[in-house]
């Protein structure tokens, strides 16, 4: 066993492994003694040599951390989701699991016998909890500290103060930080505006970035995931650096290499795919039979790939921290550089247009306080808008839509739907707004090039409310507003036939009480690291049908005003048909006022089996008809009048606002800093201490991510926690 795994445990704290320098083998001491042990021997040096410590021969035979071969990680997945089904509510998240492998060594792998998802004991009962506003104290104070700051809102207010210092003096743009919305361990989102001098108005924006780097993987690879779904109407769209005045971020060498996919190169998303489909891919399991020697060259060039990125990221980050390494040009130049080649002084972060009615979250909370209900026709088009950003997912419209080169592409796309046929089941020309792309399944013939991207963070939180279209010819969103899907940070392209440890890594992806079945499933724990996962049916595959039941638990709590079950509620009986986790809709009179057909189709979408949940082609039809239907009671002037009792301040938690005056445009910045943040400039100069003052950067984590650099920090840096996310 490499003893490296063992260093970063506490269990083994003080002990000198046999590949450390002046190891003298002999010498054995208890975990429990180890501390105390090596503070004799540097007192009394005469006894027994520090070198020679040694770990104990009871020693476990995997690291208590989080493991890092696949059946140890396979069976730590198992031991948290088997808490998952039976109690649910132990954790509130994956970072509070506990990282010991004496949690995870007794676990069954695998489990003998045919799994039954109907065949074990929930723990804990489930007591229906109504959805409720999290207990506020404070907001935080960007402009003062705190005694009761932590860390993270150190972090927070450092972050916060350089990217308000960035903003307001990048040359020949104006802007102005009012508020900051949210944060966490992860990201802060600021709400800001800029002054377009052009149109002599405001622009209400928000601004993501890193809790603690401007140098941020998670951001870059979130920027990914918005150009996959580029102009779709119902997902958040990312406001363009250049149209704002901004310096266009540039593309990092094999930042997108990912440490689990031996797949290089995919469409850009703009390509036409072909009537034809392709032969179908061969099995991972066919090429390690039959191919060996090109599975073999293939994992070596990914395993080249991974080296190249980590080699590239280090040698940037050493440069990034020596100063003096950026004047040394010519031969004997330590590292190459040509201008700009490092891009050290870039700066990740995304911006969107700001959402004025807040999100779902938000609007369940007042649901609650108001004792109202949403009416049949509201939630009708609620239900469309999350269909549509599905369909996105699915067929991004920057690759789909008949319409997406102009409205000139539209006699071409009729043309192909004539040749074939159209039915009912085709699509048509493409509806368009602005620059709006409006989501709808391709005709049959180009269906087999999905993208298959899932999100795996459905829920109300991040499900934004937008505006109403009064200028469409249709009347989709003239009364009820448009959802937007937001947040893509966890997204991912779902590819057939790759590795189990593929599929491994993206279980754990999501927030505890959002897991689909083909995470939580109990198939899992009867798959034996032999056979392939993705050639299971439930375990690990992923895909429309997992963004599906993100959808159809949101649509349930906002119908039940309830939290998320926890732990999972089955329907036990058989005659009810295909296992499904849909609670009380069906059965409680409470929600008798709610159209059946819509319950029905919730609980059809919240399935134990993918294959047993509706396609997104009839899902579509069918939310399109109902979202056009009347119901009694629930005339145009009642829906409008909800709407706007019921979609009006939903920002509940606003945090202290700065003064000012949206009637005048902020400043110019000063000259000065006109040319401290042209392009060719240091952009950190006068903004961050120097290095020396600031705190050193640490990490302790192995994954591939840790190889990218770190910004400088005011705050102490706190390494994160290691999710198996």
Not at 1 to 8: A, K, Q
């Amino acid at each position: 066993m490499d003893p490296y795994n063992y260093r970063d445990d506490p269990y083994f704290e003080g002990y000198i492994f046999p590949d450390d320098p002046n190891y003298v083998p002999g010498y054995k001491q208890n975990p429990s003694q180890s501390s105390s042990a090596n503070q004799a021997l540097e007192n009394d040096p005469g006894s027994v040599p520090h070198s020679v410590i040694e770990p104990p021969e009871d020693a476990p035979s995997f690291p208590p951390a989080l493991p890092t071969v696949f059946e140890a990680r396979y069976l730590a997945a198992g031991h948290i989701f088997d808490t998952y089904r039976r109690r649910g509510n132990i954790y509130s998240s994956m970072r509070q699991v506990p990282r010991g492998w004496d949690e995870f060594s007794e676990y069954p792998f695998p489990r003998p016998g045919i799994p039954n998802p109907r065949n074990y004991t929930s723990e804990e009962s489930w007591k229906p909890a109504r959805t409720k506003a999290p207990l506020i104290f404070w907001p935080l104070n960007t402009e003062t500290s705190s005694l009761f700051d932590d860390e993270n809102d150190k972090r927070a207010r450092s972050m916060y103060g350089w990217a308000r210092g960035y903003f307001q003096r990048v040359r020949n743009t104006r802007f102005k930080f009012r508020k900051l919305l949210h944060y966490n361990d992860n990201n802060l989102l600021i709400n800001m505006s800029h002054w377009s001098e052009q149109s002599g108005r405001h622009r209400d924006l928000v601004l993501k970035v890193s809790a603690g780097d401007w140098d941020s993987s998670r951001i870059r690879e979130e920027k990914r995931n918005l150009q996959r779904v580029a102009r779709a109407a119902h997902c958040i769209q990312e406001v363009g650096s250049s149209e704002l005045g901004l310096r266009p971020q540039r593309t990092l060498p094999l930042d997108d290499v990912d440490e689990f996919d031996s797949s290089s190169g995919e469409l850009s998303g703009d390509e036409s795919p072909a009537d034809e489909p392709p032969p179908p891919p061969r099995t991972r399991r066919d090429r390690l039979d039959n191919d060996p020697e090109g599975s073999k060259e293939k994992t070596e060039t990914h395993r080249l790939n991974l080296n190249r990125k980590a080699s590239f990221f280090k040698t940037r980050q050493s440069v990034k921290s020596q100063p003096e390494l950026r004047e040394i040009s010519g031969p004997m130049a330590p590292f190459p550089h040509d201008g700009d080649e490092w891009d050290l002084d870039r700066r990740d972060f995304i911006l969107f247009d700001s959402m004025e009615n807040g999100d779902l979250e938000h609007l369940l909370y007042k649901l609650v306080e108001a004792k109202r209900d949403v009416p049949n026709r509201v939630l009708w088009s609620f239900w469309l808008c999350l269909i549509k950003a599905c369909v996105a997912l699915e067929y991004p419209p920057r690759k789909f839509h008949p319409r997406r080169r102009g409205a000139d592409d539209v006699a071409s796309i009729t043309a192909l739907a004539g040749s074939i046929n159209i039915t009912d089941d085709t699509a048509s020309t493409g509806k368009v707004i602005g620059n709006d792309l409006f989501e709808e399944i391709p005709v049959p013939s180009r269906r087999w090039a999905t993208n298959r991207i899932v999100h795996f963070d459905i829920d109300p939180s991040n499900i934004l409310i937008g505006g109403l279209d009064p200028s469409a010819d249709d009347t989709e969103h003239s009364i009820v507003p448009r959802l937007k899907l937001a947040d893509f940070g966890s997204a991912k392209k779902i590819k057939p036939n790759k590795s189990n440890e593929y599929y491994l890594e993206r279980r754990t992806i999501g927030k505890w009480g959002f897991y689909a079945p083909e995470q939580f499933g109990i198939e899992w724990d009867y798959i034996a690291p032999g056979p392939e996962i993705s050639e299971h049916e439930v375990a690990g595959n992923y895909g429309s049908w997992t963004n599906i039941w993100g959808i159809a638990l949101t649509m349930w709590m906002v119908i039940t005003k309830l939290r998320s079950p926890l732990p999972p509620q089955r329907s036990m009986l058989v005659e009810d048909g295909p296992l499904h986790y849909c609670p009380l809709l069906l059965d409680d009179p409470k929600y008798s006022n709610v159209d059946e057909e819509l319950r029905r189709t919730i609980a059809e979408c919240l399935r134990h089996a993918p294959n047993s949940r509706p396609r997104l082609a009839d899902l579509l039809k069918q939310a399109e008809r109902g979202a056009a239907r009347d119901f009694e009671g629930e005339t145009d002037d009642i829906i409008r009048a909800w709407v706007q009792s019921m979609l009006t301040c939903l920002k509940i938690f606003d945090a202290i606002t700065l003064d000012y005056d949206r009637d005048n445009p902020p400043e110019r910045p000063p000259s000065s800093a006109n040319s401290q943040y042209s392009l060719s400039a240091n952009p950190w100069e006068g903004l961050l201490p120097n290095d020396n003052d600031g705190a050193s950067i640490t990490d302790s984590s192995q994954s591939i991510d840790d190889y990218l650099p770190d910004a400088p920090s005011i705050a102490p840096r706190v390494s994160e926690s290691r999710d198996p996310r």
